[in-house]
């Protein structure tokens, strides 16, 4: 019962909390003139750009197709032989040209290993290489946008954001086992850290970006250093964030020469190991970066990448518009655009008026958009051109178009305000953010489109080699009694994983014909089966075998000697070798590509599933005829009868050798009954 006495309890007072400080908003290159007291606009802080960025880069490891035979023959391939003793060696990972890295290949191997004790054979050791390789693009490209955040502008920032999120050329790019992709993670970096305009107080502004442009480089690809030329040309020339007089400008050039220098040097020091790495495992002496150089340049004129193809000027345009769409063209607007807004909308860029002592904005700007002109420039004047040798730039594509979207936006405001006559009004419209906003939803939308396309069309390759190790072979251990029994109660679909490990007992032999550049690698073909080729209509030069561990010399610190022999005929002149062919009777699979709606063949490539008493279709899955569809369907994908039937499709097909297969398994089972 209550007594209706009050307690008057004293508190010691507490200090008031403290609320946490917000970063400084207008200090970037690129000023907002409207709402710059208003609410930020959104942006991901870093941790939550790499989440999100993260689920769309691992999506992009698991289910994107290998856009590049040079990916597998020269890296999958190399990676297969290191971790598990054999695969295909290709005359670039000899040791008489020595131009692909074993210190690059070699970086890889932790994570292609990292699946081991799970014990499900070596599929997931593939998809691990890709998901590592996803992590390290999402934490550059997230340090990139934060970076534009702070540097440039907010709203440029969050365009960046959004375009490296929905893209189909980053979808391609930042899972693909490639010198080019490492060139571009680091360059991703690098130009992030030179974001931040240069200055004899910062040190690291030199350090950082120097030696991960070097990294990309050396360890990479070494033409991709191209893309440093205008992070040089600014740190040796360019005032940017310092101030200084004319009279003590000379003794500033040389402190910024020698910081350049001794940053160089540093970042020079990346040759030791990759050379180290190289020289052990190629057996001799190996500067693979300078073998690159002197190939594709110095080769002469009897060899050389031209041997591989060449193709028109306008070969990157057309690419770069399937990757990246109306994105491409906004990239290659920002110069121009930036110098519209010089004159029509100065106050954007910061200074009204420059001073003697110190550099325009309009001048730091412009040499970050300069790049991806540069490198674009460089690549469009060879005549060997690929895809991938894009791929460094591609985050810059990104950058130089969301600062043209935003100087748009401006150029909207400036128009906006004359005829009103009133920025309140300007700043209440939303007609500036549903512009910018149309421009990256459709962007989107469309490389989205194009991503499904790529899935739905060419994804066969992988398809075919899962249904292989998730269907065919389980079949024939199961027809052959070496597949374990079901334990009681357990459903079919939910088997334990299988252990492929008897299919030896079979000798099986995979061959590929003229499907050869779409082999997507050891790594999804269980051992126990080896792969051949079977000749075809291809004329050039096809990879060898790596000799096996048991046939070469080892040592304790480097196991596969393999890498330090050259199989014969191996050659830099794409020169046909007979001797890497095994006749076609030989194999129990065949991977086949067949159009029945417009076939053709010849001698060395008949139509193989067409010939149903040798060859039994075991899986076949559409695969695009481009030739003969509409331009429009076969670049995108859309849902819905009317826009497939635009679209001309071919059987990609596993198919068996009826009589091989069946009396493997006839012998084995008759062996079997023998012993018991």
Not at 152 to 159: F, K, L, P, Q, S
Not at 162 to 189: D, E, I, K, V
Request: proline share 7%.
């Amino acid at each position: 019962m209550a007594s209706g006495t009050q307690t008057l309890r004293l508190r010691r007072r507490e200090p008031p909390k403290s609320i946490p400080s917000q970063p400084a908003r207008h200090t970037g290159i690129l000023q907002d003139q409207l709402r710059r007291s208003s609410r930020r606009p959104w942006n991901p802080d870093f941790s939550t750009a790499v989440r999100i960025l993260l689920l769309v880069r691992v999506a992009g490891a698991m289910y994107s197709n290998i856009q590049d035979c040079d990916e597998v023959f020269n890296f999958w391939e190399p990676l297969h032989y290191l971790d598990h003793g054999h695969g295909f060696q290709t005359w670039e990972v000899t040791p008489t040209f020595a131009i692909r890295s074993w210190a690059y290949i070699l970086f890889h191997l932790p994570a292609a290993r990292l699946p081991s004790p799970l014990g499900h054979g070596k599929r997931p050791a593939f998809f691990a290489v890709r998901i590592f390789l996803a992590v390290l693009s999402t934490l550059c490209e997230a340090k990139l946008c934060r970076t534009v955040v702070e540097k440039i502008n907010e709203r440029v920032g969050r365009y960046l954001f959004f375009m490296l999120l929905f893209n189909a050329g980053m979808w391609n790019a930042t899972a693909a086992f490639l010198p080019s992709s490492f060139a571009m993670y680091a360059t991703t970096l690098a130009f992030a850290f030179s974001l931040e305009p240069s200055s004899t107080k910062s040190a690291g502004r030199a350090l950082w970006p120097t030696l991960l442009f070097a990294a990309g480089a050396i360890v990479g690809w070494p033409f991709a250093l191209a893309l440093s030329l205008p992070f040089v040309f600014e740190e040796l020339f360019v005032l940017s964030g310092d101030r200084v007089n004319p009279a003590a400008r000379g003794s500033w050039m040389v402190a910024r020469w020698w910081r350049l220098i001794v940053a160089a040097l540093v970042a020079a020091l990346i040759f030791i190991p990759v050379v180290s790495i190289d020289s052990v495992a190629y057996g001799r002496w190996a500067i693979v970066p300078w073998n690159i150089v002197r190939y594709n340049i110095f080769g002469g004129p009897e060899r050389g990448p031209d041997l591989y193809g060449t193709s028109p000027w306008h070969f990157y345009i057309l690419n770069l518009l399937l990757n990246f769409n109306v994105l491409v063209v906004l990239a290659f607007a920002s110069l121009p655009s930036l110098a519209t807004t010089y004159y029509i909308d100065r106050k954007r860029l910061g200074l009204t008026k420059q001073g003697p002592d110190q550099s325009s904005p309009l001048t730091l700007l412009a040499l970050r958009l300069a790049p991806l002109y540069l490198w674009t420039a460089i690549l469009t004047v060879q005549a060997h051109k690929e895809e991938r040798f894009m791929f460094p730039a591609y985050p810059l594509i990104c950058f130089n178009a969301a600062v043209t979207v935003y100087l748009l936006r401006g150029w909207i405001e400036v128009a906006y305000v004359s005829v009103t006559k009133s920025p309140f009004k300007a700043s209440r419209s939303i007609i500036f953010s549903m512009t910018t906003l149309s421009i990256i939803v459709a962007s989107g939308l469309v490389s989205i489109s194009r991503i499904l396309a790529l899935w739905h069309y060419y994804h066969a390759p992988l398809s075919i080699f899962s249904g292989l190790e998730a269907f065919e072979l389980p079949r024939l251990l199961n027809a052959t009694g070496l597949l374990p029994p079901l334990p009681a109660g357990v459903e079919e679909s939910d088997r334990p994983s299988i252990d492929l490990t008897p299919l030896k007992e079979f000798d099986l032999r995979l061959c590929l014909g003229k499907e050869w550049h779409r082999f997507p690698g050891h790594y999804l073909v269980p051992n126990g089966v080896s792969v051949d080729f079977v000749k075809s209509d291809f004329e050039g030069l096809l990879p060898a075998q790596f000799k096996s561990v048991a046939d070469t010399k080892n040592e304790p610190w480097w196991d596969r000697g393999g890498c330090r022999i050259a199989p014969a005929g191996l050659n830099d002149l794409n020169k046909e070798v007979h001797g890497y062919y095994v006749p076609v009777e030989t194999c129990d699979y065949l991977v086949d590509l067949d159009f029945p709606w417009y076939p053709t063949s010849s001698q060395h490539e008949p139509r193989y599933a067409m010939d149903e008493k040798t060859w039994q279709r075991v899986l076949c899955l559409p695969f695009l005829d481009a030739s003969h569809s509409s331009l429009l369907t076969r670049t995108l994908w859309v849902p819905g009868a009317w826009w497939q039937s635009k679209n001309e499709f071919g059987d990609y097909c596993l198919l068996k050798n009826r009589e091989r297969v069946d009396k493997k398994e006839h012998d084995f089972i008759a062996r079997t009954h023998v012993n018991k």
